[in-house]
Nanobody, 122 residues
Framework: QVQLVESGGGSVQTGGSLRLSCEASQDTSRITCMGWFRQAPGKERELVAAIYRSGDRTFYGDSVKGRFTISQDKSKTTMSLQMNSLKPEDTAMYYC???????????????WGQGTQVTVSS
C-alpha cells in the first residue's frame, strides 16, 4: 500500500508563493502518476495538477494554469508543487494523490495523503 507524506503549506499574503512536496513510499513501483487536489470548505475536491511518470506529462486545473508548476524528482517518488501568485481563492486543504491508472479526476482508486493547509490572505 502506497504511503504519501506531504510537506509545505502554510499562510501567505496575496501574491506570495509556497511550495508543497509529497513523498511516496512502500510499493511505489505501482505508481503511474501523482497529483495534487484541493478542497475548500463546502466545495468538492478538485484537481490542481498531476504528473505522469512516463514522459513527465502534466495536467493543470484551469484556475492554476500559468501560476502553479508540478514536478517530480529523478526517482519519481517525490513530487513538488510550486505555487506562485497565490490568491485568496487558492485557500484550501491540499491533498497529494497517487494511482496506478490516472490522477486527473477523483476516483476510489486514488491513494491520498493526509493533506496540508494553504491559506492565502488578502
Amino acid at each position: 500500500q502506497v504511503q504519501l507524506v506531504e510537506s509545505g503549506g502554510g499562510s501567505v499574503q496575496t501574491g506570495g508563493s509556497l511550495r508543497l512536496s509529497c513523498e511516496a513510499s512502500q510499493d511505489t513501483s505501482r505508481i503511474t502518476c501523482m497529483g495534487w487536489f484541493r478542497q475548500a470548505p463546502g466545495k468538492e475536491r478538485e484537481l490542481v495538477a498531476a504528473i505522469y511518470r512516463s514522459g513527465d506529462r502534466t495536467f493543470y486545473g484551469d484556475s492554476v494554469k500559468g501560476r502553479f508548476t508540478i514536478s517530480q524528482d529523478k526517482s519519481k517518488t517525490t513530487m513538488s508543487l510550486q505555487m506562485n501568485s497565490l490568491k485568496p481563492e487558492d485557500t484550501a486543504m491540499y491533498y497529494c494523490a497517487a494511482d496506478s491508472f490516472q490522477c486527473v479526476v477523483v476516483a476510489e482508486s486514488l491513494k491520498w495523503g493526509q493533506g496540508t493547509q494553504v491559506t492565502v490572505s488578502s
